[in-house]
């Protein structure tokens, strides 16, 4: 069993929708990050969230992390193909231990 | 910043050889390496951490015979795969943290391995 579970698995949408990309646990982070990767290629990271409760914006994303620091969330605005990848959460405890969620495959048809 | 390079970013090799897969921080000193494997449409498997002059930690399920990882410098870790065997085939990424930035790992862009 993960630490860190994603859903949904698989997402596909059409460009111009939103959607919601939650990472849930029962266990405590220091901080969180999402990364988006492509095929091929390695995952690169878009955030990094510290405080429970926070909330960061990067263009037409959204990231927040709980306020118990045990969840987060990743919402795009009116989605483009551009997004298209693998989108990971990676929770950090003792400052030294990485774990990644499951992952969520998105893809934005035109 | 913060640039992390993998070499090869392909490899084909015939199964029971041996085959050698450098990461380096282009311009910072990593004081801790990761080693990590990833399947199609996967999540990332963390198969091992290593720290600058020391052994590397490998989590459990990873053979340290299988995988040699060598952390010999601030900015080179590599990774062996041993007797590679079809089975091993698999995109294999490492990222680097530095000692100011201890929450951030930053990432390879990784190694496609097919043993024949």
């Known amino acids: 069993t993960q630490l860190l579970e994603q859903s949904p698995q698989f997402l596909s949408i059409q460009e111009g929708e939103n959607l919601t990309v939650y990472c849930n646990s029962s266990s405590v982070f220091s901080s969180l990050q999402w990364y988006r990767q492509e095929p091929g290629e390695g995952p690169v990271l878009l955030v990094t969230?510290?405080?429970?409760?926070e909330v960061k914006k990067l263009k037409r994303l959204t990231f927040q992390f709980g306020d118990a620091r045990k969840d987060s969330s990743l919402h795009i605005t009116a989605a483009q193909p551009g997004d298209t990848g693998l989108y990971l959460c990676a929770g950090v405890r003792n400052f030294n231990k990485f774990y990644f969620g499951s992952g969520t495959k998105l893809n934005v048809k035109p | 910043g913060a640039v992390v390079s993998q070499h090869p970013s392909r490899v084909i090799c015939k199964s029971g050889t041996s085959v050698k897969i450098e990461c380096r921080s282009l311009?910072?000193?990593?004081?801790?390496m990761f080693w990590y494997r990833q399947f199609p449409k996967q999540s990332l498997m963390l198969m091992a951490t290593s720290n600058e002059g020391s052994k590397a930690t490998y989590e459990q399920g990873v053979e340290k015979d299988k995988f040699l990882i060598n952390h010999a410098s601030l900015t080179l870790s590599t990774l062996t795969v041993t007797s590679a065997h079809p089975e091993d085939s698999s995109f294999y990424i490492c990222s680097a943290r530095s000692r100011e930035r201890s929450d951030t790992q930053y990432f390879g862009p990784g190694t496609r391995l097919t043993v024949l």
């Open positions: 311009d910072f000193q990593a004081t801790t």
């Open positions: 969230v510290v405080t429970g409760g």
